[in-house]
């Protein structure tokens, strides 16, 4: 699942609309859920949706879009886990779409073990971040709890002790892009959004 929802407001516009060079960061997030091994994908949309569905290859997709995306993560999260409509699917693999450098490995280690009881988090420097991965039984658990920008945190802190951390340092660069300093080191955009008539 990628959270693509966000207004953007510190870097000047939607989080799903932000571009390396001429392509949008989107698409890499959904290229490296794939190339990993995860799918069905879940995109979930709200800001800049329209332009993001225009600018981004969403094929083969589930798209859903946040109408409140001003309300923070925790409604994306629940929209998210909600239209996964697979019964199959036993864990989803979460990130949000500001994290240029995710790599196929750390989602690959994160998704080792993709058991419904299962609590993965990736770790930078000791610090839990993205990707995470949670299992089916702890869904609702999560929808509950996560509200405005916590997203899953009240309840991963409520089940610590059920979380495997696995260190993805080596491999992977955990830092989101959320300052117009980052998005220059990145060499990232975020083209003007185009108004309708």
Known sequence: MIIAAGGGRRIGGPEALLHQGEKPLLDRALGTLRAAGCGPVVVVLGAGAEQ???SADLTGARIVVNRSWGTGIGSSMRLGLGAIADRDVEAVVVI??????????AIRRVAAL??????????????????M?????????????????????????AHKRQIVDIACDTVADGSRVDTPELMA??????PPQRVGV
């Open 114 to 131: 993709p058991y419904p009881d299962a609590l993965v988090c990736a770790t930078y420097n000791g610090l839990r971040g993205y990707p």
């Open 96 to 105: 949000p779409v500001d994290m240029p450098g995710l790599t196929v490995q």
């Open 133 to 157: 991965l949670f299992g089916r039984r702890h869904w609702s658990g999560i929808a509950t709890l996560a509200n405005a920008d916590v997203g899953a945190r009240p309840y991963l802190l």
């Open 52 to 54: 993001a569905r225009q």
């Open 185 to 190: 080191l990145y060499g990232l955009t975020v």
